[in-house]
């Protein structure tokens, strides 16, 4: 009687396991592609399962291999995202490729990416065959949709109104002092005690911790430090995955990765949820994003659960800190392979600043801001974003069927001298004089922080941050690039410097006891 019911199950899944198969593995893929053929869109062709994904995995074990570039080479995209580069010369400026199964077209037109990035309730951002970056980030206003976006943007809002980014900058200026000191106390151990090196992508990456923590938290904790190395490890774990077929229901099987994840996840909600409850136990809403999220609960608010206050607090932690931290790390690069731009930038801080305990006027610090939209252009955080469709439609009058992945490069668009002339390979922070929105042929080109209404809402927290620091390192050094620095940014979910940034910092010999602000 049991080897009877089991062989029926085992009929019944059979019947309707293996068409559901052939549908998703060979019939649709097949479709697909004609149907975007029809379009005159081609692409890498699909293997059975895996899709473009071991060509992916194949040419970016090869780009590790190659040359390190040269440091007055910006144009990444053969090291870091090679596949696009290769099929955007292979299949032109819109193709067709595979992430498994499921279909995802790539496209440097800018009338489609306009279209995308419009409030469009069709196209959703989307992890896509990544559930591990729902770890890394939550499930917060990065990836909630329709009213759910509303609520969360609402509620999270007022920590980017101009009075909390002067607390911003106030804790940005503690954390560079810190980190000031820290250098003369290195230098003066070196003998001469004029210079010193220093890993610059490790000094970024502990400045920013300590800057989004206090404005999430109010202030450190032991539990955020370890929420923190314990989210490094899941963003390791995040990248690998990136290969993996995107199998429905492989994230719950109990794969070394996938428990090492949940593990490294359960101690960061953990973490998080001890330090929510113990806010409440005190009953202090104080003005950190965590503070905000409380004093929004209420019969008429826009209320977030403590599942969605602890999606908000891994998303700011986060991308807080990652694009904060990689800002920073490029902009220092680019002073240091530019040292006349170092010294216009120094020049004008000191100029505008001198007053050691004065609050810097950031509104002042014009030629430091064309900077730092230069260095977002070059060296955008996010080399590519993504968007669903949740249902057919058409963009820039490519028909596109549900369930479809758009792609749209951002470092290839920002290198587009159809978008930003003949120069874009170049460094040239004076093409933003007139700013962001003139400084090339469209406005919504510059797409370090998305646009339109699901622009990236810290925007103005990196760029105060990353202002901030900058302003007060120049006052007290100079620095270059050390012999050792070797040129291979990477693709690591954001742009890194594959082997770190040790540069040689400088003790600056200027007029007054304090040589600065």
Request: glycine residues 6%.
């Amino acid at each position: 009687m049991e080897a009877n019911v089991v062989n029926t199950v085992a009929a019944i899944l059979t019947i309707f396991l293996i068409p559901r198969a052939i549908w998703h593995l060979v019939w649709r893929p097949y479709t697909v592609t004609r149907w975007f053929e029809r379009q005159g869109i081609r692409g890498p062709p699909y293997r059975l399962v895996v899709g473009s994904l071991l060509e992916i995995k194949r040419m970016m074990v090869a780009g590790r291999a190659k040359a390190p570039l040269d440091t007055g080479c910006h144009d990444y995209t053969p090291l870091a995202i090679p596949f696009f580069h290769k099929w955007f010369s292979d299949y032109g400026k819109t193709f067709l490729y595979w992430l498994g199964p499921i279909p995802a077209i790539c496209s440097s037109d800018i009338e489609l990416v306009k279209q995308m990035l419009e409030d469009r309730t069709d196209l959703f951002p989307k992890d896509y065959l990544n559930p591990s970056l729902e770890i890394i980030f939550g499930k917060g206003v990065v990836f909630a949709n329709g009213d759910d976006w509303k609520r969360h943007r609402k509620v999270v809002n007022p920590i980017f109104h101009l009075d909390n980014l002067k607390s911003v900058q106030a804790i940005a200026s503690e954390g560079a002092q810190k980190k000031i000191e820290q250098w003369c106390a290195q230098i003066e151990k070196q003998g001469d005690g004029h210079q010193a090196e220093i890993d610059m992508a490790r000094c970024s990456e502990e400045l920013t911790v300590e800057v989004i923590e206090r404005v999430i938290f109010g202030k450190t904790y032991r539990e955020v430090r370890e929420a923190f190395v314990a989210g490094k490890e899941l963003q390791k774990l995040a990248f690998y995955a990136l290969s993996d077929p995107p199998i429905p229901g492989f994230r719950y099987v109990p794969t070394p990765r996938n428990i090492r994840s949940w593990k490294l996840d359960k101690l960061i909600t953990t973490n998080f949820t001890q330090l929510i409850k113990a806010r409440h136990k005190v009953a202090v809403h104080r003005d950190d994003l965590l503070g905000l999220m409380l004093q929004s609960r209420g019969p008429e608010a826009e209320t977030l659960s403590t599942e969605e206050i602890i999606g908000e607090c891994k998303t700011f932690f986060a991308a807080g800190q990652d694009t904060s931290a990689n800002l920073l790390t490029w902009g220092m690069f680019l002073l240091s392979r530019y040292p006349e731009w170092q010294d216009k930038i120094r020049e004008e801080v000191l100029r505008e600043c001198r007053d050691d305990d004065e609050v810097i006027d950031l509104g002042k610090l014009k030629l430091l801001n064309m900077f730092l939209l230069e260095t977002l252009r070059l060296y955008s955080p996010v080399p590519f974003l993504l968007r669903k469709t949740a249902s057919d439609t058409t963009v820039a009058n490519i028909k596109v069927p549900r369930g479809t992945m758009i792609t749209f490069p951002v470092a290839t668009l920002h290198r587009s001298k159809e978008v930003w002339g003949l120069d874009a390979d170049e460094f040239n922070p004076m093409r933003f004089e007139r700013g962001a929105s003139r400084a090339a042929k469209y406005p919504y080109a510059m797409l370090a922080f998305s646009h339109g209404p699901r622009a990236c809402v810290g925007k103005n927290y990196a760029m105060v941050q990353v202002q901030t620091v900058m302003a007060k390192i120049l006052t007290r050094f100079s620095f270059s690039l050390s012999p050792r620095y070797v040129h291979m940014p990477k693709n690591f979910i954001t742009l890194v410097p594959r082997h770190g940034l040790p540069l040689v910092v400088r003790r600056l010999q200027l007029d007054g006891p304090e040589n600065g602000m």
